[in-house]
């Protein structure tokens, strides 16, 4: 099945010293938090974007509706889509809470892993309506920055270079574990001394195109076109796909030592990451992958099934992935851990799911409660060995893990402990 | 187009577009503006468009050793020269 490998190098402890989410249900922890304990959806109708929307089946979309307060000027805007204003936004948030040194920030010992699905999808449908205009002065209607704009890494470099950070950048692009991979190669970043501190996350814009690939799969919901707040319904016996969402989420990750001698607060540990691949179909979930990865990840941490608290499931509402997902769960965990599908308040956010489940979790964890999944009315049989959270939840959370699986057959796990001493 | 004409219109894109504040036009458009290379790029898409026709990747070149607003207004007087006499 699978092999854990110890080596004899560096490691090193790695803590969560800022975080901040842009999401369909709010902008920062006060919204948010409000959000989950209220059970507000953030799924609302499709957008008319002229061009794919009708033909769509799916009519609902996990949206930022709500203005925000960007302030950018144009010498770092000119470079960026709508996906690096969501980047930057949250990127910039968590180095303000943070707290770090300037010198710090430009000395090579900071770096970003940061991605998203697409880069902008909204600047390639540009470039596609010029090349496919019978116009041909309209080619020179291509910006020069629009590569830049669009590119897959463009939320990564976007990043370093409004903050004027030097060090590395990691800009894993693997659909819906994006975030959740780039967290846990800069929990490895750092935990292995290549770098102090990693800022990272993930983002997606709203986009039409991957709600038509999710539709023509036959994945996405269609059945509560007219009632959006009751989809996506994670585990629910009536769930009929996923929704697609939009939204930013960073973490910042920082060495322990370094964190303790600035006095910074330690919101949370990362102890273990895991991350694997089916190696076979690209698209169908995988138990014997995802129970893997949830092993490597015990196994990273050196923790016990029993030691975990709250699984943050990927629970996308799809009609096998959340079977699949409660098998593995229940082969590694049993049903003592509480498990949530925490999509069910805004859709699916794509490259940046891992990120915001990341922070709702950590959120959760520091005010003591757990959010029920929403629209979980009558759970699928077939997922009713596991211990849901039904209501709000009033508890004392230690570990959790962070679970995402994408197309592709990637599976990724990460683990963290409150670290609030 | 005279010169008058043409540094209203490049003063205005300048302003508009690229957020210069109280441009002079012997000042250092990287030093005094922060007009980077992205920046020049894009200046010749909108100079393009201001003229009505594409400038040639010779002519393109030749504009990498602009400093000034001045050396701007020269730049296009010299395109525009050159497009008359063909």
Redesign the interface.
Known sequence: MFTIVKRKIMQRRVVITACSAITPIGYGKTDIVESLRQGKSGVKPLRDDGLLTERIHSKVFGTVDYPIDYGFARKDTKTMGPVAYYACKVAGDVLAESGLDPEFIRSGRLGVSFSSTHGSPTIQRNIYKTFFSEDKSKFSSIGAVDYLKSMVHTTAVNITRMFGITGRVVASSTACTTSSQSIGFAYEMVKFGMQDAMIAGGADEYDTTTVAVFDNLLACSVDYNDTPECTPRPFDVNRDGLVVGEGGAAVLLEEYEHARARGATILAEVVGFACNNNGGDLILPNLDGITATLRLALADAELQPADVDFISAHATATKMGDVIESQAIAEVYGNKPWVAGLKSYMGHTMGTCGAIELILSLYMMEQGFLAPTLNLENIDERCAMLRHVREITETKIKTTAIQNFAFGGVNTCLLVTDGRE | MTRDELQKNIVSILVDE??FENPGLTDNLRDDH?FDS??A??LL?KI??MLGY?ISRKEKEQAMSIRTINDILNYIETIQAAHQSQ
């Open positions: 690229f957020e922060g992205i920046d790029i894009e898409a393009e468009e594409q």
